[in-house]
């Protein structure tokens, strides 16, 4: 069976690996300065960055439409392609999924829209893994069971530098930031996907005390699902990145990473330039 994966741009991938793995990228809107760009089409992530910095107010994203959806599934299928399937950021998130779901109902090739249940360097790894099934060659129902239970065993931690924009987006408590700024305090964080928010499950002191943490976090995922492979990315804030992966070897833990990329837009504009992302999931399959 001849099987397309289509995801969006919050996948975060380098843009060129798109084509080069032979998946379809559909990209979010940004809104930023009161201009819209189609994320990684129309406007970097670097240049993204810039024009955050600059801003007087938030960025903002909204989603792709069922039309932008219905052309992409009129087009593989035009290509030869039997079914797809889509890797979105997660509902709660986003409407993308809702958008491809309505899309995928007349749809003239079989498509199975998934709940993720992530985003940003998770739904990365999840398009990885859906890559390499697609490529040994498994049916449509196989390749859908497989991600699934891929997803269950996924986990990321996502560390912002200054809580800043998650206050200024009302995802974080503007007198908690205050005081965790005094203190020197990081937020751990992870992605509720069910409620749309973002989870506190822990605190660092400094830099030094955030990789300590995130050492220790990779670690026990590796006791509990064996070798790791891990996906970071950062907000322009490689040295961090270079650091906590120098300090997982000096721990010897079992981990291959499969990239570093750049924060995109949409999890940049919640967490800050600074901000750091560990997803893990499982090595061997």
Same mark, same amino acid.
């Given at each position: 069976?001849?099987?397309?994966?289509?995801?969006?741009?919050? &996948?975060?991938?380098?843009?060129?690996?798109?084509?080069?793995?032979?998946?379809?990228?559909?990209?979010?809107?940004?809104?930023?300065d009161g201009e819209s760009f189609a994320d990684q089409i129309?406007?970097?992530?670097?240049? /993204?960055?810039? =024009?955050?910095?600059?801003?007087?107010?938030?960025?903002?994203?909204?989603?792709?439409?069922?039309?932008?959806?219905?052309?992409?599934?009129?087009?593989?299928?035009?290509?030869?392609?039997? @079914?797809?399937?889509?890797?979105?950021?997660?509902?709660?998130?986003? @409407?993308?999924?809702?958008?491809?779901?309505?899309?995928?109902?007349?749809?003239?090739?079989?498509?199975?829209?998934?709940?993720?249940?992530?985003?940003?360097?998770?739904?990365?790894?999840?398009?990885?893994?859906?890559?390499?099934? =697609?490529?040994?060659?498994?049916?449509?129902?196989? $390749?859908?069971?497989?991600?699934?239970? /891929?997803?269950?065993?996924?986990?990321?931690?996502?560390?912002?530098?200054?809580?800043?924009?998650?206050?200024?987006?009302?995802?974080?408590?503007?007198?908690?930031?205050?005081?965790?700024?005094?203190?020197?305090?990081?937020?751990?964080?992870?992605?509720?996907?069910?409620? @749309?928010?973002?989870?506190?499950?822990?605190?660092?002191? %400094?830099?030094? @005390?955030?990789?300590?943490?995130?050492?220790?976090?990779?670690?026990?995922?590796?006791?509990?699902?064996?070798?790791?492979?891990?996906?970071?990315?950062?907000?322009?804030?490689?040295? $961090?990145?270079?650091?906590?992966?120098?300090?997982?070897?000096?721990?010897?833990?079992? /981990?291959?990473?499969?990239?570093?990329?750049? &924060?995109?837009?949409?999890?940049?504009?919640?967490? %800050?330039?600074?901000?750091?992302?560990?997803?893990?999931?499982?090595?061997?399959?």
């Amino acid at each position: 069976m001849n099987i397309a994966i289509v995801t969006d741009s919050t &996948c975060d991938w380098k843009p060129e690996l798109y084509a080069a793995r032979h998946v379809e990228m559909v990209p979010l809107k940004i809104q930023v300065d009161g201009e819209s760009f189609a994320d990684q089409i129309e406007i970097s992530t670097e240049d /993204f960055y810039d =024009r955050m910095i600059a801003a007087e107010d938030l960025p903002t994203t909204s989603q792709p439409s069922p039309f932008d959806f219905a052309r992409v599934f009129e087009r593989l299928a035009a290509q030869g392609y039997d @079914g797809a399937v889509c890797l979105h950021i997660a509902l709660p998130l986003s @409407g993308t999924p809702q958008a491809a779901q309505i899309a995928a109902n007349d749809a003239p090739l079989d498509v199975r829209v998934l709940d993720t249940c992530c985003a940003t360097a998770e739904l990365g790894l999840l398009v990885d893994r859906a890559c390499e099934l =697609r490529d040994s060659v498994v049916s449509l129902d196989e $390749l859908c069971d497989a991600l699934t239970a /891929f997803r269950a065993e996924e986990r990321i931690v996502l560390v912002p530098e200054t809580l800043t924009n998650l206050v200024r987006g009302g995802r974080f408590p503007e007198e908690a930031a205050k005081q965790a700024g005094m203190l020197n305090i990081r937020m751990l964080l992870t992605l509720d996907e069910a409620e @749309g928010k973002v989870a506190v499950i822990g605190k660092a002191k %400094g830099a030094k @005390g955030v990789v300590k943490e995130l050492v220790a976090y990779v670690q026990n995922y590796v006791a509990e699902h064996g070798p790791a492979r891990l996906r970071l990315v950062h907000c322009r804030n490689q040295k $961090l990145v270079d650091t906590l992966l120098d300090a997982l070897r000096e721990a010897a833990v079992d /981990f291959e990473v499969t990239s570093i990329d750049s &924060c995109g837009a949409t999890i940049a504009t919640h967490l %800050g330039m600074g901000a750091i992302g560990v997803a893990m999931a499982p090595a061997e399959r």
